[in-house]
């Protein structure tokens, strides 16, 4: 019987091994010092999240080269992820900066899976829930021209609608919306499709009962955005991760209170 061939087994398990130790790497160092920071726990969870994702995914056996790149774009966008997580909690000051670079990069990996020429827009809901306001978007999104807002018109009920979804009433679309063909889906009148595009899928983003927005994703052909992407493993922890960055809270850096010197206090004249 022929040895197997240690360079195929490698190759099997090495993005596996890259996504969790990533994750537990960046991770475990800053736990101790951030476990009662607001920050912590969400840390924790996202790093589980990553690495609970990626294992499940690269153990799969992809059928098509789609779901091999589809694969191959959850992968790459995790690790940096990790890293740059791991940079809020180092550096608070940079909490901003850092958290608006990873849900970025959160909305371009979500396109990149749903289609490489796909629009990918985040809409945060407000507080009154009565509209979803723009947040970010990937550069077709850009190029296409994504409205701002979207209030409590009839095509902004519907999406307001899906962000709002917990599963609790009946016909909540807790999972998505997906829309094969805009033009001869039943809802057409309500759907906004930006660009001349046919295809879309609506993400709720949320943190257990609580909505945060809604991810918009489109593309210019029937079916480009596949049936079934509304339950994708890699598309869902993209979501979920938007969720928590969302629900994020800059870490309280605490003041060092300076001792007394002793003597008398030096008076400048």
Request: glycine share 8%; hydrophobic share 35%.
């Amino acid at each position: 019987m022929p040895e197997p061939d240690p360079s195929a087994r490698s190759k099997k398990v090495k993005p596996w091994g890259v996504a969790v130790l990533s994750a537990i790497s960046v991770g475990l160092p800053t736990i101790p010092a951030f476990a009662e920071n607001t920050v912590g726990p969400f840390y924790v969870a996202t790093c589980a999240a990553c690495a609970g994702a990626a294992s499940f995914l690269t153990l799969r056996t992809s059928k098509s080269k789609s779901e091999i790149e589809r694969s191959a774009v959850f992968e790459a966008a995790m690790g940096p992820l990790s890293k740059r997580i791991g940079k809020i909690l180092e550096k608070p000051q940079e909490f901003e900066q850092e958290r608006d670079g990873a849900l970025t990069r959160l909305v371009e990996a979500a396109g990149e899976i749903a289609h490489p020429r796909a629009l990918s827009a985040l809409y945060w809901l407000s507080e009154d829930g009565t509209s979803l306001e723009l947040g970010i978007v990937n550069q077709p999104a850009k190029d296409a021209g994504m409205p701002d807002s979207f209030g409590n018109t009839n095509k902004g009920r519907f999406l307001l609608t899906i962000a709002q979804s917990t599963g609790e009433a009946a016909g909540d679309t807790v999972s998505g919306r997906y829309v094969q063909d805009y033009a001869k889906d039943p809802d057409h009148r309500r759907i906004y499709m930006t660009d001349d595009c046919k295809t879309a899928l609506f993400k709720p983003v949320r943190t257990g009962s609580t909505s945060h927005g809604l991810l918009v994703l489109q593309a210019q052909k029937s079916g480009h955005i596949p049936h079934g992407l509304e339950d994708d493993e890699r598309l869902n922890s993209i979501v979920n991760l938007i969720g928590f960055m969302r629900q994020l809270q800059a870490p309280v850096t605490p003041r060092r209170n300076v001792p007394d010197q002793p003597g008398d206090p030096v008076v400048q004249t």
